[in-house]
T-cell receptor, first 112, second 115 residues
């Protein structure tokens, strides 16, 4: 199956860390991505991780991948109001013709 | 970095008319582009894969005669919604694979409203 699931909503205070979780079912995925979508806009690639990696850090973003549990997470350190958006995880499947399967999306709300 | 330009950003059309949406890769060549549809507060649904110089590959349940895709050059793919109806109103987003960074670059989306 290609179901990719995320929790729908997350609320955090400014300055705290945010952790957005994603679970997927297809073990043949080669790359896993995190995208950010602001209202009425397209998707902005935040980061990606190869399926043979456990962790990747890029400035305030840390991606953790637990391949055994098919669990992906995105941690945003020092969350700011500008981080308020919808975050999508996506998996690129080996042999899938370069198609991406997107998660259901998590709306992150950052409160003062 | 890779940039994908999508136009128009917003369009309102009458029922029964056709609307063309353009997706251009500005600084790279894209042999493959993807067209998605997104309903409010929902995820992206892949409609079709656009292949330069050949026919598009449509996902199950997507009407190829209604959503015409043309990928005539390495930098341009177009999606034409033919005989539009109010139920076609949605947010349409294109993307292209940028081979240099393993990422998929997305256009800014087109909000289509059919009245």
């Amino acid at each position: 199956g290609e179901d990719v699931e995320q929790s729908l909503f997350l609320s955090v205070r400014e300055g705290d860390s945010s952790v957005i979780n994603c679970t997927y079912t297809d073990s043949s995925s080669t790359y896993l991505y995190w995208y950010k979508q602001e209202p009425g806009a397209g998707l902005q690639l935040l980061t990606y991780i190869f399926s043979n990696m456990d962790m990747k850090q890029d400035q305030r973003l840390t991606v953790l991948l637990n391949k055994k549990d098919k669990h992906l997470s995105l941690r945003i350190a020092d969350t700011q109001t500008g981080d308020s958006a919808i975050y999508f995880c996506a998996e690129g499947l080996k042999g899938g013709g370069n198609k991406l399967t997107f998660g259901t999306g998590t709306q992150l709300k950052v409160e003062l | 970095g890779a940039v994908v330009s999508q136009h128009p950003s917003r369009v309102i059309c009458k029922s029964g008319t056709s609307v063309k949406i353009e997706c251009r890769s500005l600084d790279f060549q894209a042999t493959t582009m993807f067209w998605y549809r997104q309903f409010p507060k929902q995820s992206l649904m892949l409609m079709a894969t656009s292949n330069e110089g050949s026919k598009a590959t449509y996902e199950q349940g997507v009407e190829k005669d209604k959503f015409l895709i043309n990928h005539a050059s390495l930098t341009l793919s177009t999606l034409t919604v033919t005989s539009a109806h109010p139920e076609d109103s949605s947010f349409y987003i294109c993307s292209a694979r940028d081979q240099t960074n393993y990422g998929y670059t997305f256009g800014s989306g087109t909000r289509l409203t059919v009245v």
